[in-house]
Every structure is written in C-alpha cells, then in structure tokens.
C-alpha cells in the first residue's frame, strides 16, 4: 500500500488474534506494522510476528523489485516489532 511516494505499508494483517500479549483484548484481530521508506537507499521500518514472516517477506519483494534494503530499523525488541530479524538479513 502506498503511503507517499517514498513510504510504502508492507505490513501484514492478523485476524486471528483476539488477546494481544496475553493481555490486550483486540476482538477485531490487529495489524502488524512495517514500512518501506525508498530513497537512494532503502530502510525497513521493524518486522513483524513470527507467524506472518513468508506475507512479510513477500511484501518486501514485491514493493522492492530487484532492489535490496539497506537499513532495518527496529523500533523495540518486543516479537512483534523483531521477531523476523534473521530473516531480514537473509533478503
């Protein structure tokens, strides 16, 4: 989804969640926020839960193309923000 046109959501959806963290009620499901800011160089903005890596990982490739990120930027190290981390550095 294009935001502006150097910031792209590459976020994924998650509908099958109703208690976020054990303790949050989320009744609607919740999202998984991660951005693409394109410029001479390319950051991704966190990663998301470990259970949505391969969505992720293919929003990544298709807002991207051919090119290749060059900075990932994690915003804390909760799961939801870093659990894909590793996977980010085999892109």
Known sequence: MTI?????????NDHEVDLFEGQYVVPGGMCYN???I?????AIMDTVDRG???QWL?????????????????????PDH?????NFLKV
């Open 34 to 36: 991660s951005y693409a």
């Open 58 to 78: 293919d929003n990544i490739q298709n807002t991207l193309g051919d090119r290749k990120p060059d900075y990932l930027v994690v915003q804390h190290m909760e």
């Open 4 to 12: 502006t046109r150097d910031i792209r959501y590459i976020g994924v």
């Open 52 to 54: 949505f890596t391969h």
């Open 82 to 86: 870093s659990a894909n981390v590793a």
């Open 38 to 42: 394109l410029d001479d160089k390319i």
